[in-house]
Protein backbone atom coordinates (compact mmCIF):
# COMPACT_ATOMS: atom_id res chain seq x y z
CA UNK A 1 0.00 0.00 0.00
CA UNK A 2 1.08 3.61 -0.74
CA UNK A 3 -0.58 7.11 -0.56
CA UNK A 4 -0.14 8.84 -3.86
CA UNK A 5 -1.57 12.69 -4.50
CA UNK A 6 -4.41 12.46 -6.25
CA UNK A 7 -6.81 15.40 -8.26
CA UNK A 8 -6.88 18.46 -6.12
CA UNK A 9 -3.69 17.41 -3.84
CA UNK A 10 -6.05 14.68 -2.54
CA UNK A 11 -4.74 11.47 -0.54
CA UNK A 12 -5.27 8.32 -2.75
CA UNK A 13 -4.37 4.82 -0.96
CA UNK A 14 -3.30 2.74 -3.27
CA UNK A 15 -2.25 -0.99 -2.99
CA UNK A 16 -0.18 -2.81 -5.25
CA UNK A 17 -2.57 -4.76 -6.84
CA UNK A 18 -4.89 -1.45 -8.18
CA UNK A 19 -5.52 1.68 -9.83
CA UNK A 20 -7.13 4.66 -10.31
CA UNK A 21 -8.90 5.55 -13.49
CA UNK A 22 -10.60 8.42 -13.61
CA UNK A 23 -12.51 9.11 -10.06
CA UNK A 24 -12.99 5.17 -10.02
CA UNK A 25 -10.14 2.83 -8.34
CA UNK A 26 -10.28 -0.73 -9.74
CA UNK A 27 -8.87 -3.51 -7.43
CA UNK A 28 -6.67 -6.39 -9.15
CA UNK A 29 -6.37 -7.99 -5.93
CA UNK A 30 -9.92 -9.34 -5.09
CA UNK A 31 -9.65 -10.62 -9.26
CA UNK A 32 -6.43 -12.01 -8.79
CA UNK A 33 -7.39 -13.96 -5.39
CA UNK A 34 -10.78 -15.34 -7.42
CA UNK A 35 -8.69 -16.59 -10.56
CA UNK A 36 -5.86 -17.96 -8.26
CA UNK A 37 -8.67 -20.17 -6.58
CA UNK A 38 -9.70 -20.94 -10.01
CA UNK A 39 -6.04 -22.28 -10.92
CA UNK A 40 -5.64 -24.19 -7.96
CA UNK A 41 -9.11 -25.99 -8.65
CA UNK A 42 -7.76 -26.69 -12.74
CA UNK A 43 -4.77 -28.06 -11.26
CA UNK A 44 -5.89 -30.81 -8.68
CA UNK A 45 -8.77 -31.65 -11.52
CA UNK A 46 -5.66 -31.75 -13.90
CA UNK A 47 -3.74 -33.64 -11.39
CA UNK A 48 -6.50 -36.33 -10.86
CA UNK A 49 -6.98 -36.50 -15.17
CA UNK A 50 -3.71 -37.28 -14.75
CA UNK A 51 -3.42 -39.91 -12.26
CA UNK A 52 -6.81 -41.85 -13.82
CA UNK A 53 -5.43 -41.96 -17.04
CA UNK A 54 -1.97 -43.50 -16.28
CA UNK A 55 -3.96 -45.95 -13.37
CA UNK A 56 -5.71 -47.03 -16.76
CA UNK A 57 -2.85 -47.35 -19.00
CA UNK A 58 -1.40 -49.73 -16.40
CA UNK A 59 -4.79 -50.97 -15.46
CA UNK A 60 -4.84 -51.88 -19.71
CA UNK A 61 -1.29 -53.27 -19.95
CA UNK A 62 -1.28 -55.53 -17.07
CA UNK A 63 -4.34 -57.45 -18.22
CA UNK A 64 -2.71 -57.90 -21.82
CA UNK A 65 0.28 -59.53 -19.79
CA UNK A 66 -2.19 -61.46 -17.56
CA UNK A 67 -4.17 -63.06 -20.38
CA UNK A 68 -1.48 -63.39 -22.86
CA UNK A 69 0.00 -65.65 -19.97
CA UNK A 70 -3.24 -67.51 -19.10
CA UNK A 71 -3.67 -68.37 -22.96
CA UNK A 72 -0.32 -69.46 -23.48
CA UNK A 73 -0.77 -71.97 -19.88
CA UNK A 74 -4.07 -73.46 -21.77
CA UNK A 75 -3.10 -72.73 -25.28
CA UNK A 76 -6.20 -70.80 -26.30
CA UNK A 77 -6.38 -67.48 -27.90
CA UNK A 78 -7.53 -64.40 -26.08
CA UNK A 79 -10.37 -62.61 -28.22
CA UNK A 80 -9.81 -59.47 -26.49
CA UNK A 81 -6.42 -59.00 -26.84
CA UNK A 82 -6.94 -56.84 -30.20
CA UNK A 83 -9.36 -54.56 -28.34
CA UNK A 84 -6.67 -53.98 -25.76
CA UNK A 85 -3.81 -53.66 -28.02
CA UNK A 86 -6.03 -50.84 -30.04
CA UNK A 87 -6.98 -48.88 -27.02
CA UNK A 88 -3.63 -48.68 -26.12
CA UNK A 89 -2.41 -47.63 -29.29
CA UNK A 90 -5.22 -44.74 -29.65
CA UNK A 91 -3.93 -43.75 -25.67
CA UNK A 92 -0.45 -43.49 -27.30
CA UNK A 93 -1.46 -41.21 -29.69
CA UNK A 94 -3.04 -39.12 -27.93
CA UNK A 95 -0.50 -39.24 -25.63
CA UNK A 96 1.63 -37.77 -28.08
CA UNK A 97 -0.41 -35.60 -29.37
CA UNK A 98 -0.95 -33.74 -26.21
CA UNK A 99 2.54 -33.59 -25.47
CA UNK A 100 3.20 -31.49 -29.11
CA UNK A 101 0.56 -29.10 -27.85
CA UNK A 102 2.06 -27.61 -24.61
Partial sequence: MKIIKGFENEDIIVS??????????????????????????????????????????????STIKENLEWDKKHDCEWQGYNAYSELLIKMQEIEQGSDSNE
Fill in 16 to 61: DFGEWVGKNYIDYKAEYKRNQKFIEILLKENKQLKDNWNKLNEFLK
